[in-house]
């Protein structure tokens, strides 16, 4: 990939323990856009370190966050992946050539867990009955809502994504399939985050985070 044909958007909440990590595994040619969403230790200041681009967003959210690291976007392709070391950066060259050769719009990661707890049960039933709601409502057989993603930068923005909270990654999809874009999953590695989820660590996390989607569900379709 060529240089800064794509940037990479990796919302950040107090991620100094992942970002080493997750930083080193970014590919050649990819700019990292890693967005402080409000941390309290030294994560923006390491993702300086590693040469990336810091953004404040002060608007707590992961939508919130994930709406700033597009507006920074300049690239032709966006890409959004977790900073919490889950996902691996280098898996997305893969996603790029689909987009760019499979005649895909918008490429999701079909996250395989690389151990039992990788990905906890709550949270993973969860997304599993969110995918089956998202398929009886589109048509199209999707089986996650994974947070590593790639689309064309210009035909991101112009979807006009609304929701600042968890119900972010839902409702671009949603308007997505509304547009008529061509959605393809591929399966990648999900490993055990470093440190505790702001999510799916906890039960009532999961809970708030299936409110907003469901809230989604309702606004998309008015």
């Known amino acids: 990939m060529r240089a800064s044909r794509v940037d990479l958007v990796l919302p950040c909440l107090d991620e100094e323990r992942a970002l080493p990590w997750v930083l080193g595994r970014v590919p050649a040619g990819v700019r990292a856009i890693v967005v402080d969403n409000g941390s309290t230790d030294r994560s923006a200041e390491i993702a300086r370190e590693f040469g990336a681009l810091v953004v404040t967003e002060s608007r707590r959210g992961f939508g919130a966050a994930a709406d700033a690291g597009l507006e920074a976007a300049d690239a032709p392709l966006v890409a959004f992946c977790d900073a919490d070391a889950s996902l691996d950066p280098a898996e997305l060259p893969h996603l790029v050539r689909l987009l760019e050769q499979g005649g895909a719009d918008l490429v999701l990661g079909r996250r395989r867990p690389t151990t039992g707890g990788a990905w906890p049960l709550h949270a993973r039933l969860a997304n599993r009955v969110l995918a089956a709601m998202l398929s009886r409502r589109t ?43 061509s959605i393809r999953e591929v399966d990648v590695a999900y490993a055990p985050r470093a440190g505790r989820s702001k999510v799916t660590g906890t039960l009532r996390g999961v809970v708030t985070a299936v409110a907003d989607m469901s809230r989604v569900f309702a606004e998309v379709s008015r």
């Open 139 to 181: 048509g199209i057989r999707l089986h996650d809502l994974g947070p590593l993603r790639v689309a064309r930068t210009a035909e991101l923005r112009a979807l006009g994504i609304r929701d600042r909270r968890s119900g972010y990654p839902l409702e671009m999809v949603l308007r997505a399939v509304a547009a008529g874009w």
